[in-house]
């Protein structure tokens, strides 16, 4: 094992914490922004209630995100500074533009939101959450943007060895951003979207359980004669199981459509990372897809991809020859069990989450109480979405390899030269162990403040203005301070 080896281990490991908290801000703020929405159009207090217990969830993920995300930027000067010098001309901006545009909207708004609760107009506080929540997606369209540029380089050209833009409009507006930001927004608000459903369904149960003294609600009997549970759920609860199945539901569909734009372009600018994810060898027209090792559907792969069910699927052998002749001899191949596997975990696990959502839509459409068994499920779904979110970026950025910046840069020739096999491995260790502390610390805060529950509010009208809380600062009770 060389120096490469660990750099790319600690770019995945640091990368991969960091990504369990960047698809939660992502969704969760637009999803706290919507439950205020409706507490300002409709006045009703589980709505406030929601928002602030939702809010605190979201702000301890976010600063965690910010926390872990700090490392990121600086590993490329650390361990990557081969690929620093060539790209920085082109990668800087997008990145530039993230921290100065959509980072300071982020942050700046999300502050005067946390803080204003007593001290802005109603409609002021509202318009900072929306900001904070559009800050948080145009910094992911700009960081992905970046990364879009990585798998298929537009906009460019290669000046003394270094690449220099030439049309950041053709950076922004990659074909493969284009396709890749709807795509890994609508992940994020599914991985969003079944955190909540996870969280309504363990409040359903512990309430349940805590007006019984049991989750089983015994049944009575209606003036009809028909069965029905007593006690209801509150509504609370439903409304934000009702809302977050509906988000994810939506953000399936939009993943789904977005990644068949993903796959067709694959076919097109990133053959090799095509044929690995499947597994071909060799050219062949109208390719089957198999789901699993040895059940093969004829030409569904040709059908996906090219939209053609006789195309032409280029193979891994095939492929590596044609590299060759073009730059070179080398091992042009990716790890193809890793991103064989991974296609696969990302689609049976994602699919698996929208068909819960789904599920949960048709079952909780008419009745008061939500299924013991449904809830159950809801709690247990939760790692479901995160797991297919990272084989994903598993599958991304692992089926591009050897190239960082696709038939430009190699990975090996991207590492650092002057940086020692046992420096990597010693910051390796730091940071695995300090990432270690943080989950614990990041679990058990969002644990213990699931577990305590929303807190009671009493909005407070300013005398002389009676039920006029769109004219009024929105006054809470001194206990709802962060």
């Known amino acids: 094992m060389d120096a490469l080896d660990l750099a790319r281990w600690q770019f995945g490991v640091t990368t991969v914490y960091h990504f369990l908290f960047v698809p939660l801000t992502i969704g969760l703020g637009v999803f706290v922004a919507g439950l205020q929405t409706a507490w300002h159009r409709t006045g009703k207090e589980h709505y406030l209630r929601l928002t602030r217990f939702f809010g605190k969830l979201f702000l301890i993920n976010f600063a965690m995100g910010v926390v872990t995300g700090l490392v990121q930027e600086f590993q490329f000067g650390m361990n990557w500074s081969e690929y620093s010098t060539f790209v920085g001309d082109v990668f800087g901006a997008p990145l530039a533009m993230e921290a100065l545009l959509a980072f300071f909207l982020e942050s700046t708004f999300l502050g005067l939101w946390i803080f204003g609760w007593d001290r802005l107009p109603k409609r002021i506080h509202l318009a900072c959450i929306w900001a904070a929540a ?275 840069l190699l990975t090996a020739a991207s590492v650092s030269p002057g940086v020692s096999l046992s420096e990597v491995a010693i910051s390796l260790s730091v940071f695995t162990v300090l990432y270690g502390v943080l989950a614990l610390a990041e679990a058990r805060l969002l644990v213990r403040h699931i577990k305590a529950g929303p807190e009671p509010v009493t909005p407070i009208v300013e005398p002389g203005r009676p039920g006029d809380l769109d004219a009024e600062p929105a006054r809470l009770a001194p206990t709802l301070m962060y």
Request: glycine letters at 8%.
């Open 134 to 408: 559009i800050g948080s997606n145009l910094s992911a369209y700009f960081i992905l943007a970046a990364n879009a540029w990585m798998k298929h380089p537009v906009g460019y050209e290669v000046v003394d060895g270094r690449a220099r833009m030439t049309d950041l409009w053709a950076v922004l507006t990659n074909s493969t951003a284009l396709a890749q930001v709807p795509h890994v927004v609508a992940a994020a608000f599914i991985v969003a979207g079944a955190f909540v459903i996870a969280v309504s369904g363990y409040r359903i149960l512990r309430e349940r359980r805590d007006a019984t003294g049991d989750t089983t609600v015994p049944f009575t009997r209606t003036p009809r004669g028909r069965a029905a549970r007593v006690p209801a759920e509150p509504a609370m609860w439903r409304t934000s199981l009702r809302a977050a199945l509906v988000m994810t539901a939506i953000a399936g569909v939009v993943a789904a459509g977005s990644g068949d734009t993903s796959a067709r372009l694959l076919h097109e600018q990133q053959p090799m990372k095509l044929a690995a994810a499947e597994g071909l060898r060799h050219d062949v027209e109208g390719a089957p897809f198999s789901p699993v090792p040895g059940i093969e559907v004829p030409k569904l792969l040709s059908l996906l991809s090219a939209h053609d069910p006789y195309a032409e699927i280029q193979g891994l052998d095939d492929i590596q020859k044609r590299y060759e002749q073009s730059f070179g001899p080398g091992d042009y191949q990716p790890n193809l069990p890793v991103v064989y596997w991974s296609f696969r975990v990302m689609i049976v696990f994602g699919l698996s989450t929208v068909g819960l959502s789904v599920l949960g839509l048709w079952l909780t459409r008419r009745r008061r109480t939500t299924p013991e068994w449904f809830a159950r499920a809801c709690v247990l779904a939760l790692p479901l979405p995160t797991l297919a979110m990272i084989s994903g970026w598993l599958l991304s950025e692992i089926g591009r390899q050897p190239w960082t910046v696709q038939g430009e």
